[in-house]
């Protein structure tokens, strides 16, 4: 069985449960962000049983993280209102 162990993973989002791969690695991680779904689902346009895993999924994502990115200041405010002690970084 062919075992792989990387020193650095990096998620791109939290659409489709990316982001909840990092839960099970244990190494340092980053997660780049462009939208904030949790921030999203506050205006009540997202319906629906799976945007509800999101408001689940992406804080753990986002707290299980070494380093988050955005592309946004409003994204980075987004990630420091869900995970205040959270390192982030701003990537265009």
Aim: glycine share 8%.
């Amino acid at each position: 069985m062919l075992t792989i162990k990387p020193d650095l993973i990096h998620c791109w989002g939290t659409e489709n449960l990316n982001g909840a791969a990092l839960c099970d690695f244990a190494g340092k991680s980053i997660l780049s962000m462009q939208g904030i779904i949790s921030a999203y689902f506050q205006t009540g346009d997202l319906k629906g049983w799976r945007w509800q895993l999101f408001q689940y999924w992406e804080p753990a994502s986002i707290s299980k993280a070494s380093v988050v990115t955005s592309e946004s200041q409003w994204g980075l405010d987004r990630i420091a209102e869900i995970q205040p002690t959270k390192t982030i970084r701003r990537v265009e």
